[in-house]
């Protein structure tokens, strides 16, 4: 086989093994799956009667039952302790994160 021919094969055997790793990494496929994936991986820090969260729980519909809520209405003390002033707010990785985000910014963050 000539030098050609080698890169030729060479590349075509990187092309396959990183299209092998992309294609077989496990990501969230349905809607109800990336919810369920953000919920593991980060908390929501929400109030009842907030505009705000109302408009953050309509972003994810019926899958908002996957998130890890916590209403500062009825848990004020958690609220408190971590020094949560406005909602909603998001604690992804330590981070905060204040306002209404969008889904693709919450998978972002969440490695979702």
């Known amino acids: 086989m000539n030098k050609e021919a080698w890169w030729t094969v060479a590349i075509l055997l990187l ?6 790793i992309l294609l077989t990494k496990e990501t969230p496929e349905t809607d109800a799956e990336i ?26 519909g019926e899958n908002y039952q996957y998130l890890n809520v916590i209403d500062c209405f009825f848990e004020k003390e958690k609220c408190i302790e971590l020094e949560i002033t406005g909602t909603p707010t998001w604690i992804i990785k330590n981070e905060r994160l204040v306002g209404v985000q969008s889904i693709s910014q919450l998978q972002n963050s969440t490695g979702c």
């Open 15 to 20: 092309v396959a093994g990183l299209s092998y």
């Open 35 to 60: 919810a369920k994936c953000i919920g593991e991986n980060s908390e929501l820090y929400s109030q009842l009667g907030c505009r705000a969260c109302k408009a953050q729980e309509e972003l994810f």
